[in-house]
């Protein structure tokens, strides 16, 4: 899992590119620069195209710059609220994961297959789950943990979350029928079951619903005639003419980067995506946990 940040990572990271959203908003910022020097150049080259009587207030783009701003954080705000719902609701999924087999492990029938029957479907939910949100294809560990047969089954699934949902719902049946588990420990366990199909529906929901094209269409229209205006502006009170595309370009670094974090904060679950959550590591833990706890060793299902 991810460390906290330390005291002595500032130089570190404020240079880092690796994991740096700078390498994805360069090109933007270059044509915005490029578009300065445009301007210089034909200002410089075409005196007469630029009557010296005529100015462009820059105030106005100051007002501008600040509710552009404003609009941005906004954007930025309801990309971090998608994630931290997905990583709460990944959370939710530990929890469930570790209570339904402490409760089949209190509650449940002492039968061995049972048990690593339990903690075995329990462990590939997880799995199965990013693998879902990902539209991948079952992995290795699945395999390892509920064999290769079973995870050809849970590829050919519609939902292989529920698909494996169902298999633990069978074997608290087949723990009521055949080994008399009573009711009071079904309903606990089965509660907690439940609860992990909640969990996955919920980031399903964050998947298929992006935030509205139409918020993002306006803020970037209103970053490309900011950013068009401003070298413009600009040329009528710079004493030095080309410096005006080194400004251009300082000024569209953060508007562009803070528009650029919205985007990727918008799918959490994706690894093309920046500070994606690590369901690769999450769903890793829950099976050690889940193992640890059960006393069975993690090994390839028989």
Not at 61 to 69: C, D, I, P, T
Not at 167 to 186: C, I, N, V, Y
Not at 219 to 243: C, K
Not at 246 to 270: C, K, R
Request: aromatic fraction near 10%; charged fraction near 20%.
């Amino acid at each position: 899992m991810r460390s906290y940040q330390t005291r002595k990572g500032f130089w570190r990271e404020a240079v880092a590119l690796q994991g740096s959203i700078t390498v994805h908003v360069l090109p933007s910022i270059l044509f915005f620069g490029l578009l300065g020097s445009i301007v210089c150049a034909v200002a410089w080259f075409t005196q007469h195209m630029f009557d010296p009587s005529f100015t462009l207030d820059i105030r106005p783009l100051g007002f501008a710059g600040a509710v552009l701003g404003i609009l941005l954080v906004i954007r930025l705000n309801a990309g971090y609220d998608r994630w931290w719902e997905a990583r709460t609701k990944w959370g939710g999924i530990v929890n469930q994961s570790r209570n339904l087999v402490i409760s089949a492990m209190a509650y449940g029938p002492h039968d061995s297959e049972w048990r690593e029957n339990v903690v075995r479907w329990t462990a590939v939910f997880p799995y199965v789950a990013h693998l879902s949100l990902r539209s991948e294809q079952p992995s290795a560990e699945t395999g390892n943990l509920i064999g290769i047969e079973r995870a050809n089954e849970l590829a050919e699934a519609n939902h292989m979350p529920s698909l494996v949902a169902l298999r633990l719902a069978e074997l608290l049946q087949d723990a009521t029928e055949r080994f008399a588990m009573d009711g009071f420990a079904f309903m606990q366990i089965d509660r907690e079951r439940a609860l992990l199909i909640d969990h996955i529906g919920a980031c399903e929901r964050i998947l298929a619903t992006p935030l509205p094209r139409i918020y993002s269409i306006t803020i970037r229209r209103f970053i490309l005639l900011f950013l068009l205006i401003l070298p413009i502006a600009l040329l009528h009170i710079s004493d030095t003419v080309w410096l005006i595309p080194v400004i251009t370009m300082l000024v569209a670094y953060p508007l562009l980067t803070l528009d650029q974090i919205g985007v990727e904060l918008e799918n959490p679950f994706s690894e093309d995506n920046l500070s994606h959550l690590p369901l690769d590591d999450i769903s890793a833990n829950i099976e050690r946990n889940l193992f640890a706890m059960s006393e069975l060793k993690p090994t390839k299902a028989p």
